[in-house]
């Protein structure tokens, strides 16, 4: 039988995992926008639009001015909080890769000329483009569907909010009757989705709007498990390696924040590739520079990579803590320092030189922006959770929450095989000397230290509570080699039995399955509510974490399973209270027609038609307020799982 070469199995390896990680995290993309993700559609967008006028900026003078003070400093100043390079993917992503439907005015008049409204600069239908005329979508429809076709056209005029259109195909009576907007008094379920639109044909358009921005998403997620591969087969070996990567990618919150149109699963990936980096600079001088880079990358995501020199400075002294040296002169106490790693000295440089290089906020008023983004994160305001039947607002908070949320919500096998991973490393290193010993305990320090850390600051009791497992997300990958580990040896224990024989592989091969397949299983049926996922200790996922009183929705992403219903069930012109879906959401759910375009948002019940509450002790209160507000008694309509109420939907009288 033939083996590859070492390093092109690790290719052939990583290739595989990344491929199977963005086609199983586009595969089910059918989860709603969460509240995080609302507030990167419109910074994204306004991200496009500077990059839009510097691209059709036909002067010096227009040049300049985009990218001058004034404008430079209102665009990028908008979420100033988190750096800027996922938004700027998400903006680059939705810009050039997404299809945009925009409205189409037919007027009946065939000497009127039709136009597209509700343009932005970056949206594109520049002149000389040509245009698909669409139908109006009603609920039984697609966006895409070939049924909706009325023609061709040609731009022929484009000012900043709208563009002119020339008919090149299609009947232009016809075009005019079916885009004749319907009676205001249609019950809703005749209602349209949404008007006539047109679509601009591009060959790059592959994808929704939010799908190209979720495309990102994707693939951040799948250099994580990349990198988490490559890291494990630079430490324990390219199977635990492997398994390792597998089980980062099949715990379903991990599978759930693979979706988002977030930057989780970003800084895992960059700082996941800055350590794999830092450990192959140890050998290999020239991976130093590459960890410097890296770690630039991690700092444009978010500010957890600020806090990756702490372990890795640990790191040096302990692992080299032979060479370090108190010596006494006199009264004085001098140190003498083990060897600095080489990659610590790009990484001083070319971290904080790239931070300040590309994130144009930054260009103006350098200090008093970085002072305004440190300040930001400081003070960051302490979000509700509800945990155990405990109300958490206002520090301290318990030192074992997160512990305890991660106990709670990774499945576990994984978790035994992890605690079983750090037993046998510590248990083999006893019987180890020498070289063998310091390289064995350098692999495991490296990565109990950075897999650790994560969960240590979140532990403070004055850390800011407010996102579940995203912010110690980071250490997981390492954590799960010491699983991935585990997970090999008890492979090879149960195919010993049958050593030199196909049944060995088998037999090895059913127990990864039996591990990992369950788990998969339920990452990819849950993916919608993957935020209340949690594990067999509390009577398994939705239902137990609904029984021990624990945050199941919080983001506002369940309203997409609940869309039909509106639609159906909304009177025309409708006010909708969505609470936790925003503004922002709700205007991606008309662009992407899933809602009714008559439809309006509602800022509080008593101005709503219809409300949305997720049924969690903690919104009680606000669920009583739309009952009192609408007189009834209860919900016309519940979107659950497993039995398990996610959304309540209330119908007014």
């Known amino acids: 039988m033939w083996k590859p070469p070492p390093a092109l199995r690790d ?79 998400f903006a680059g992503a939705w810009r050039h890769l997404s299809w945009k439907d925009r409205s189409l005015v037919a007027p009946a008049d065939a000497s009127s000329d039709l136009r597209l409204t509700g343009l932005a600069r970056a949206d594109g239908f520049e002149v000389g483009a040509v245009v698909d005329l669409l139908a109006p979508l009603d609920s039984r429809g697609s966006p895409k569907g070939a049924e909706r076709a009325l023609g061709r056209a040609e731009v022929t005029e484009r000012t900043l909010r709208g563009a002119t259109l020339r008919l090149k195909e299609g009947d232009r009576q016809g075009l005019a009757q079916a885009c004749v907007r319907p009676d205001r008094k249609t019950p809703g379920a005749d209602l349209p989705i949404t008007g006539c639109q047109g679509r601009e044909v591009r060959a790059l358009a592959l994808f929704s709007e939010v799908d190209s921005m979720r495309l990102v998403g994707a693939l951040t997620a799948a250099f994580a498990v990349l990198f988490t591969f490559l890291l494990g ?40 590739a800055t350590l794999y980096g830092f450990w192959r600079s140890r050998e290999d001088r020239r991976w130093a520079l590459a960890t410097g880079l890296l770690w630039g990358v991690a700092l444009l995501i978010k500010h957890n990579a600020f806090f990756m020199p702490v372990p890795l400075l640990a790191f040096w002294i302990w692992s080299d803590r032979s060479n370090l040296k108190f010596l006494r002169d006199g009264w004085r106490v001098r140190v003498k320092l083990p060897p600095v790693p080489v990659a610590l000295f790009p990484m001083a440089i070319l971290g904080p030189v790239m931070l300040f290089v590309f994130w144009p906020r930054l260009w103006f008023d350098p200090w008093a922006a970085v002072s305004q983004y440190f300040a930001f994160h400081l003070h960051h305001e302490h979000y509700f959770q509800w945990f155990q039947g405990q109300p958490f607002q206002v520090p301290p908070f318990p030192v074992t929450f997160p512990t305890a949320l991660t106990v709670l919500t990774v499945p576990v096998p994984f978790l035994l095989l992890t605690v079983a991973g750090v037993w046998l490393r510590f248990h083999e290193r006893r019987s180890l000397e020498g070289a063998e010993r310091s390289s064995h305990a350098a692999q495991t320090d490296f990565l109990l230290l950075n897999g650790l850390v994560p969960l240590l600051l979140i532990s403070l009791p004055n850390t800011p509570i407010f996102g579940g497992i995203k912010h110690w997300m980071t250490g997981m990958p390492l954590l799960f080699l010491f699983g991935g580990l585990a997970l090999a040896r008890c492979g090879a224990v149960v195919s010993a039995r049958w050593r030199g024989s196909w049944r060995a592989s088998v037999a090895a091969v059913a127990l990864v399955a039996l591990v990992l397949v369950p788990p998969a299983i339920s990452s990819i049926r849950g993916v919608a509510y993957g935020s209340g996922a949690y594990n067999a200790l509390v009577a398994g996922s939705f239902r137990g974490g609904a029984d021990d009183q624990l945050m199941r929705m919080y983001w506002g992403h369940t309203s997409r399973q609940a869309m039909g219903w509106i639609n159906a069930k909304a009177p025309a012109n409708a006010r909708v209270f969505f609470q936790n879906t925003t503004p922002d959401a709700f205007e991606m759910y008309r662009r992407e027609g899933e809602l009714r375009h008559d439809l309006r948002y509602a800022a509080h019940p008593g101005a709503a038609q219809v409300a949305l509450i997720e049924p969690q002790k903690s919104f009680a209160e606000l669920d009583m307020r739309v009952r009192r507000a609408f007189g009834v008694a209860g919900p016309q309509h519940v979107v659950r799982v497993q039995g398990v109420p996610m959304l309540r939907l209330y119908l007014k009288p």
């Open 11 to 89: 290719r052939l390896i990583g290739a595989s995992l990344f491929i199977l990680t963005v086609v199983s995290v586009m595969a089910t993309n059918d989860m709603g926008y969460t509240r995080d993700e609302s507030f990167y559609f419109r910074y994204g967008r306004s991200y496009a639009e500077w990059f839009a006028a510097i691209d059709q900026a036909k002067t010096a003078q227009e040049t300049h001015a985009a990218l001058g003070r004034e404008s430079t400093v209102a665009t990028w100043s908008g979420n100033f909080e988190h750096p800027p390079l996922m938004k700027t993917a």
């Open 233 to 272: 087969a630079a430490t324990f070996g390219w199977i635990p390696g492997l398994l390792a990567a597998l089980l980062f990618l099949w715990t379903p919150r991990h599978f759930f924040h693979a979706h988002l149109i977030c930057f989780d699963m970003g800084i895992v990936a960059a700082m996941m």
